[in-house]
Each structure stands twice: as structure tokens, then as C-alpha cells.
């Protein structure tokens, strides 16, 4: 997802997807561990998306 399309959400769709992608991540890091991940370059792409959602989410908090 990109960051453009992040900065129009709110604090709280935010914080939502910020929970479904949690959610996401752990099945993914569950999926590697029993050898059953088909997609490997997915963890990657949640884990950037974590990390833009939570650049965000810090701006928001000091602006």
C-alpha cells in the first residue's frame, strides 16, 4: 500500500489495518514455520506496510 493513500485514512481506519496486518504477519511467520508459506515475498510487503502505518500513525501523534 502506499504512503499516499495512507496519509488519507483516519487514526482509528488506521489503527485497524494496522491490527489486520498484525493479524496478517503472524499467520504468515506461522505459515513459514510449518513450511507451508507459498508466497515468501508477502512477509516482506506486510512488514513495510506495518512500518508505514506506524511512521504515520507517530506523525499524527506529534502534529
Do not use: C, H, W, Y
Amino acid at each position: 500500500m502506499k504512503a499516499s493513500e495512507l496519509r488519507q485514512k483516519s487514526k482509528d481506519e488506521l489503527g485497524a489495518m494496522m491490527l489486520d496486518l498484525s493479524r496478517e504477519r503472524f499467520n504468515l511467520r506461522m505459515q513459514k514455520g510449518t513450511g507451508q508459506l507459498t508466497k515468501p515475498d508477502q512477509v516482506k510487503k506486510v512488514r513495510r506496510d506495518v512500518a508505514r502505518i506506524q511512521t504515520l500513525l507517530k506523525e499524527m501523534a506529534s502534529a
